[in-house]
């Protein structure tokens, strides 16, 4: 029978029996559930609600899982896919978590202007393709690839300034770093914000929000909003150049997995027409339909064959109107942002929906 821990106040939480403690350990084996790191009661264990109660989860045995402290500092109250995050965790325990991790995201609101999916963490694995000559282009070699799609919060912002910083000063964009940083807290207040790291290093930095059509694609799709992805690299390599195109892919479309729909809109800007640039549109083949230059191109990405028509236009309208409008007091803090005081920022802040294109919220 499932064991439940009784819960009347969310401050609570932790004051666990040392049986029910111990019960937990052992559905690892008193090893980090993640890591791997042998720790025990009162010697660095840690136990932490899989699903945050801050985001919905419950007090239940299900949902408890052992880390070490490290590892549960570092999660905080992210939201990750188990399968990927516990494999120290025992099967028959990880089975039931997955369920419920499932169930959670189908039944969890967790789309707004702010997130568009369902976890703050992804762990992606891919195979690149390389030359180790670079004078033989016959001769090729794969090596397998790890890296991170991380939602940038509260406690990995500075780390997001500091790349993006960095990213604009080499285009020699930068106006003032404050004004790089008010850039960044705009679209974390407005738009959603994801960075994808390799080897702990930050590669690309996108900023996510819905756009508004113009006319023509408007009449020709029967769309009224398109996602609008900006994406900030520094590094221009192959392997940042494939990390690029595969990580912006891998977002648009767990969108499409995680909302059950077969294909979206999405304008795709960069700052500069560079190599990577012309890396990520060839590889979305999307030259031919750019708009300006090569660094800014809009399309249609489908599911299962890369580009096309949409055909069911009524599920896609169906995620932008999960974008709830703004509140009065959020209104007041978009206007700050767009006023003259702030002109440098504009060309960001003029990809994301103008205020009175939003509708108004309670």
């Known amino acids: 029978?499932?064991?439940?821990?009784?819960?009347?106040?969310?401050?609570?939480?932790?004051?666990?029996?040392?049986?029910?403690?111990?019960?937990?350990?052992?559905?690892?084996?008193?090893?980090?559930?993640?890591?791997g790191k042998t720790v025990f009661l009162g010697y660095g264990a840690t136990i932490d609600h899989y699903i945050p109660l801050s985001r919905?989860?419950?007090?239940?045995?299900?949902?408890?899982?052992?880390?070490?402290?490290?590892c549960n500092i570092k999660k905080a109250n992210k939201i990750i896919d188990p399968e990927e995050y516990l494999p120290y965790l025992k099967k028959e325990y990880l089975d039931k978590l997955i369920g419920y991790y499932?169930?959670?995201?189908?039944?969890?609101?967790?789309?707004?202007?702010?997130?568009?999916?369902?976890?703050?963490?992804?762990?992606?694995?891919?195979?690149?393709?390389?030359?180790?000559n670079k004078h033989n282009n016959k001769v090729f070699m794969f090596k397998n690839i790890d890296y991170t799609i991380e939602k940038v919060d509260e406690d990995n912002i500075y780390e997001a300034v500091g790349f993006f910083i960095k990213s604009i000063k080499k285009l020699n964009k930068l106006n003032t770093e404050e004004n790089a940083f008010n850039n960044i807290l705009f679209w974390y207040n407005f738009g959603c914000l994801y960075m994808v790291k390799y080897k702990g290093d930050i590669k690309c930095l996108y900023t996510v929000a819905?756009?508004?059509?113009?006319?023509?694609n408007v009449i020709?799709?029967?769309?009224?909003?398109?996602?609008i992805i900006r994406a900030f690299t520094y590094y221009n390599n192959d392997l940042c150049d494939t990390i690029a195109y595969h990580s912006l892919r891998k977002i648009i479309d767990l969108i499409m997995d995680e909302q059950n729909i077969d294909q979206i809109p999405v304008n795709i800007k960069f700052l500069n027409e560079d190599r990577t640039a012309l890396y990520v549109m060839n590889a979305f083949d999307?030259?031919?339909?750019?708009?300006?230059?090569?660094?800014?191109?809009?399309?249609?990405?489908?599911?299962?064959?890369?580009?096309?028509?949409?055909?069911?236009?009524?599920?896609?309208?169906?995620?932008?109107?999960?974008?709830?409008?703004?509140?009065?007091?959020?209104?007041?803090?978009?206007?700050?942002?767009?006023?003259?005081?702030?002109?440098?920022?504009?060309?960001?802040?003029?990809?994301?929906?103008?205020?009175?294109?939003?509708?108004?919220?309670?």
């Open 56 to 70: 919905g989860g419950i007090n239940s045995y299900i949902n408890l899982v052992m880390l070490c402290k490290d």
């Open 1 to 35: 029978m499932e064991k439940n821990i009784k819960r009347q106040r969310i401050v609570e939480r932790d004051n666990f029996t040392y049986d029910e403690r111990s019960d937990i350990c052992k559905k690892s084996d008193n090893k980090c559930c993640h890591c």
């Open 102 to 132: 499932q169930s959670y995201i189908k039944s969890f609101e967790y789309i707004d202007r702010t997130n568009l999916l369902c976890c703050d963490e992804y762990n992606i694995n891919f195979d690149f393709k390389f030359y180790p």
């Open 220 to 227: 020709k799709y029967g769309l009224n909003y398109a996602f």
């Open 210 to 216: 819905l756009q508004q059509q113009d006319a023509i």
């Open 286 to 362: 999307m030259c031919i339909y750019k708009n300006v230059n090569v660094s800014e191109a809009y399309t249609i990405i489908n599911k299962y064959d890369g580009l096309g028509d949409i055909t069911d236009n009524v599920n896609v309208q169906k995620l932008f109107s999960k974008f709830k409008g703004l509140t009065a007091k959020e209104l007041e803090d978009w206007i700050y942002y767009v006023t003259d005081e702030f002109d440098t920022l504009n060309w960001m802040i003029q990809d994301i929906i103008y205020s009175y294109d939003i509708k108004k919220g309670k």
